[in-house]
């Protein structure tokens, strides 16, 4: 659930908190008090396009933040972040945050971790469901209906085994299509590979390889300047006459007489046999690397070819010798899979033969549970538009067979409803009044709530264009949603906010000459005040009619 969603600088709010509660959360207010922002900012938190005319006057920069307690939470989120490199929730906290400035700067970040915003909103979509005036137009879509259908008959494992199926047939086909090509380019893709394979497996490569080499070759490149300066190194040491050995030599003497003199000098003399020692272990370091510097103008010639290969390939094949090596293993697949073209195509065929096989009886295993769950939620979604208001109304759910399989099955499906009785079932596209829309979809959630596993539910005035007993059902579908889901629901109807569980109210304030938006959460006497607002004043009447419709 969201737990907690704060905002600054954002339109009319300067630093506004929100804590929400569990259950249902009702937002109310006058028109243009800012309860539009409150969505918007949420909706900027779980990855929607920033504007940056929303940022207040005056103001940089905006934020918001978002805090979910994730411990019910279905999805995987653990994994997802370990996957992404965000920092895992903490007492299951996830927090979400997201900001942008007036210069275009943005930035999100998940559990502290900056991130991108593709990724915020991945996580969104596990989150939120989001309902505006307009967003029961989904519905007229056939795969959201579908998904619909599938939801509540808990087809979903079998209808992703399915699509499984008909993504192993398309790989299938591709493979296909590559084997099957007219015989001259069939016979230069051979030429190519062949060439590309033989030229790779000839080079006997090594991983590393190339920098050992280049290694060697720079060392033989300059073996007369290494012996020279191995050479000079010696003569200094030991093979001038005034070498450092031979200095040292009488450096020993003088101080074996000042011992004799000094018997204090003692350490003098150790220090100094120290010293000589390891002149002498440097002489015999150099004289050994002298030894191995060899200067063969053939084996220079030999390393200069081996680099140049290695280069070639390189640019030819990939950046690295592993990259190379890699492209080679792959060409020897797609060569032997040439070579043997019509043992290839004949065990795609078989494949391909068993999979059709398997995709029709998946298939047809689908449609027929399909057309059981059909009546169940045909019955289910109009026993919910009753209570709404459409009392001989009646919802229905049209079946027929897809031209080709697709993903998501065998069929195309089209819900279908009639307001009154009497009247053919129309499909939901012909339906005219978005009041109409509104309730079908409000029914359909209902009967999903159950099946759902998105935590958070906000609708957003999806309640226009009813009153009466009709907005009576309608706050009590918000209610039953929420035994299930948090709901936030932002509405004009007293009757839809008199059954929530939280009830805050947005209002405008001026302060130091600037508006600024606010939120409150009611409690039972300021909510009696604002319902008879809603209700049309604060007359004895209607705030008598505000108690009785929180009783």
């Known amino acids: 659930m969201l737990t907690t969603l704060r905002i600054k600088n954002l ?97 999100q970040f998940i559990n502290g971790s900056a991130t991108t915003l593709a990724t915020l909103g991945s996580i969104g979509e596990w989150l939120v469901d989001m309902h505006g005036p307009h967003d029961h137009q989904s519905l007229l879509h056939a795969g959201k209906q579908l998904a619909i259908l599938d939801a509540f008959g808990g087809l979903e494992k079998s209808r992703d085994e399915f699509g499984e199926l008909v993504r192993r047939r398309a790989a299938l086909e591709t493979e296909k299509s590559a084997l099957i090509v007219d015989e001259k380019t069939y016979a230069q893709q051979l030429d190519l590979l062949r060439f590309q394979v033989q030229e790779i497996t000839a080079a006997r490569l090594k991983a590393g390889e190339d920098q050992e080499v280049e290694a060697e070759f720079h060392r033989a490149s300059n073996a007369a300047k290494l012996l020279q300066l191995s050479q000079a190194a010696l003569d200094v040491l030991s093979e001038s006459e005034n070498s450092l050995l031979t200095q040292s030599g009488a450096i020993g003497r003088v101080l074996a007489e000042l011992q004799r003199v000094d018997a204090g000098a003692a350490n003098l003399v150790e220090l100094h046999g120290q010293a000589t020692e390891t002149l002498r272990e440097l002489q015999s370091a150099i004289s050994h690397y002298a030894d191995k510097v060899d200067v063969d103008p053939a084996r220079l010639a030999e390393l200069e070819e081996r680099l140049n290969l290695l280069q070639a390939l390189k640019r030819k094949y990939g950046a690295t010798l592993p990259e190379v090596m890699a492209f080679g293993d792959e060409a020897k697949q797609k060569l032997h899979a040439l070579e043997s073209r019509d043992a290839e195509l004949a065990r795609i065929k078989a494949a391909l033969e068993k999979l059709g096989a398997e995709i029709l009886s998946a298939g047809k295993k689908l449609s027929a549970a399909r057309k059981k769950v059909i009546p ?74 159950a099946e759902d596993e998105i935590p958070v539910l906000v609708f957003d005035e999806v309640d226009a264009n009813v009153g009466g007993e009709t907005a009576n059902a309608v706050g009590e579908k918000m209610q039953q949603i929420a035994a299930k889901r948090q709901v936030l629901c932002i509405t004009h109807l007293p009757q839809v906010a008199a059954p929530a569980d939280a009830h805050y109210v947005v209002t405008k304030q001026v302060k130091a000459g600037r508006t600024i938006s606010e939120i409150t959460l009611l409690d039972p006497k300021a909510r009696v005040t604002e319902l008879a607002r809603m209700l049309g004043g604060q007359s004895e009447a209607a705030r008598k009619h505000a108690e009785a419709l929180l009783r």
């Open 11 to 107: 339109a009319l709010v300067s630093d506004l908190l929100l804590e929400l509660q569990p259950g249902c959360n009702v937002i109310t207010g006058e028109t243009g008090a800012g309860k539009s922002i409150i969505l918007g900012a949420l909706n900027l938190v779980l990855g929607e396009r920033a504007d940056r005319t929303l940022i207040r006057s005056g103001e940089e920069s905006c934020s918001v933040e978002a805090v979910f307690d994730v411990k019910k939470l279905r999805a995987p989120l653990k994994s997802f972040l370990e996957e992404n490199g965000l920092e895992p929730c903490e007492e299951h906290q996830l927090v979400l945050k997201r900001t942008f400035t007036a210069a275009g700067t943005n930035r």
């Open 376 to 449: 169940q939620l045909a019955r289910a979604v109009s026993r919910q538009l009753e209570d709404l208001g459409f009392k001989q109304g009646k919802f229905d759910v049209a079946l027929t067979a897809a031209t080709e399989p697709a993903a998501t099955g065998l069929d195309v499906i089209e819900f279908q409803f009639a307001p009154n009785l009497g009247e053919p079932a129309k499909a939901l596209r012909a339906i005219a009044s978005s009041g109409e829309m509104a309730r079908v979809m409000l029914a359909l959630k209902t009967v999903l709530a």
